[in-house]
């Protein structure tokens, strides 16, 4: 079987396919072959399958990393099972829950001649996937291959996860990728963290900054999640929001406390024409008004002047900010500026010269890290 490494997390939304991408070109740059997929699709948008039958689904993730880096079709490796509600009840009502087959089609999906670097994307979590005999260990035991784990770090309780990761994988775990670690922490975790978890075996290839950009959320996936109606500037719905206001405080407070934010979504009350006429004059990416009343016609043309969308939503203000803040970081990197920062964040702060090393597969370029 040819050269494999699954990149796995402990939790979803770590950063897994912005590792892929940026390794991704990297090696391509190199003038590396390389092969990527996902054995258990978890991005998807289809209104049906056949099924228990996947033959061919490529998921969402892979496509747009193919498609970013203008990788063969040939080489984006096929899903051997979707993560939906429908696909995991049939699972457990007819008791399948060992790998059988789904082992079985993946090998024969790797198991050839190709001369290269194969990167596989596990799910969301070490668990995630057991229903369908797919997590991030079972892949590994089975395909005999090394684990690259990205983990988010909120503080020194993150090495918790990495022990557990740990102990599952055992030697698969080739080591660790630290993402979203504050700016002013991280040569702190260089100095300190770094070595205490080497002498605990766990390797650590990279520590990645945190990015505003790279948790942020487009417009139009804020109209989704909010059910909003789109009052003007429709079209501009790839505005990416970085910050959250909520313009709740008389209108010169909400002016000082604007303009010290940037790439804002802004949710206040609809009678509230002084904060949404302020607002438009700040770094606003949307305007989210909630409650009853309809905006002025002269706030609509500042707005439609200005290209900034304004969305009239039936939530409160309290639900609105909630579903806001937990799109933030929750959100996949579809978008071209997205996979540029991420594919600058790898290659500038992930050893991929000692992750190759680490994992057996030839290189012969230099790193910076």
């Given at each position: 079987?040819?050269?494999?490494?699954?990149?796995?997390?402990?939790?979803?939304?770590?950063?897994?396919?912005?590792?892929?991408?940026?390794?991704?070109?990297?090696?391509?740059?190199?003038?590396?072959?390389?092969?990527?997929?996902?054995?258990?699709?978890?991005?998807?948008?289809?209104?049906?399958?056949?099924?228990?039958?996947?033959?061919?689904?490529?998921?969402?993730?892979?496509?747009?990393?193919?498609?970013?880096?203008?990788?063969?079709?040939?080489?984006?490796?096929?899903?051997?099972?979707?993560?939906?509600?429908?696909?995991?009840?049939?699972?457990?009502?007819?008791?399948?829950?060992?790998?059988?087959?789904?082992?079985d089609q993946i090998q024969e999906l790797l198991d050839d001649d190709f001369e290269g670097l194969n990167i596989l994307e596990a799910a969301g979590s070490l668990h995630e996937g057991m229903i369908y005999g797919l997590s991030l260990p079972q892949l590994a035991k089975t395909l005999n291959a090394k684990v690259?784990?990205?983990?988010?770090?909120?503080?020194?309780?993150?090495?918790?996860?990495?022990?557990?990761?740990?102990?599952?994988?055992?030697?698969?775990?080739?080591?660790?990728?630290?993402?979203?670690?504050?700016?002013?922490?991280?040569?702190?975790?260089?100095?300190?963290?770094?070595?205490?978890?080497?002498?605990?075996?766990?390797?650590?290839?990279?520590?990645?900054?945190?990015?505003?950009?790279?948790?942020?959320?487009?417009?139009?996936?804020?109209?989704?999640?909010?059910?909003?109606?789109?009052?003007?500037?429709?079209?501009?719905?790839?505005?990416?929001?970085e910050t959250l206001s909520i313009g709740a405080m008389g209108v010169n407070s909400a002016m000082e406390f604007f303009r010290r934010r940037r790439n804002m979504a802004v949710v206040t009350g609809a009678d509230r024409t002084d904060i949404q006429l302020a607002a438009l004059e700040a770094s606003t990416q949307c305007l989210i008004l909630t409650g009853l009343g309809e905006p002025l016609s002269q706030l609509i043309h500042r707005a439609e002047e200005l290209d900034v969308p304004i969305l009239k939503v039936e939530l409160d203000t309290l639900a609105t900010v909630e579903i806001i803040e937990q799109a933030f970081g929750h959100v996949r990197i579809h978008e071209s500026i997205k996979a540029s920062y991420a594919v600058q964040l790898v290659q500038e702060h992930v050893n991929l010269k000692r992750i190759l090393e680490k994992i057996d597969f030839p290189c012969n370029f230099s790193d910076k890290c």
């Open positions: 079987m040819s050269d494999i490494l699954l990149i796995g997390s402990c939790e979803s939304f770590s950063g897994k396919s912005a590792l892929v991408l940026g390794m991704a070109k990297r090696l391509l740059e190199n003038n590396k072959k390389v092969r990527i997929g996902k054995p258990l699709a978890t991005c998807i948008e289809l209104t049906s399958l056949p099924s228990m039958s996947y033959e061919g689904l490529i998921d969402d993730d892979v496509k747009f990393i193919g498609s970013t880096l203008n990788i063969e079709e040939e080489n984006l490796i096929s899903s051997v099972g979707l993560l939906d509600d429908i696909s995991a009840e049939k699972r457990i009502a007819n008791k399948d829950l060992l790998p059988g087959r789904a082992f690259l784990i990205v983990n988010i770090w909120e503080d020194c309780k993150s090495v918790d996860a990495l022990l557990g990761a740990q102990k599952q994988l055992g030697d698969h775990l080739a080591g660790v990728v630290l993402n979203a670690v504050l700016p002013k922490e991280v040569e702190k975790i260089k100095k300190t963290i770094i070595p205490s978890l080497k002498e605990m075996n766990i390797e650590v290839f990279g520590v990645m900054p945190q990015s505003p950009l790279l948790r942020s959320v487009t417009v139009g996936e804020l109209i989704r999640r909010l059910d909003a109606q789109v009052i003007c500037c429709q079209e501009k719905d790839e505005l990416l929001v």
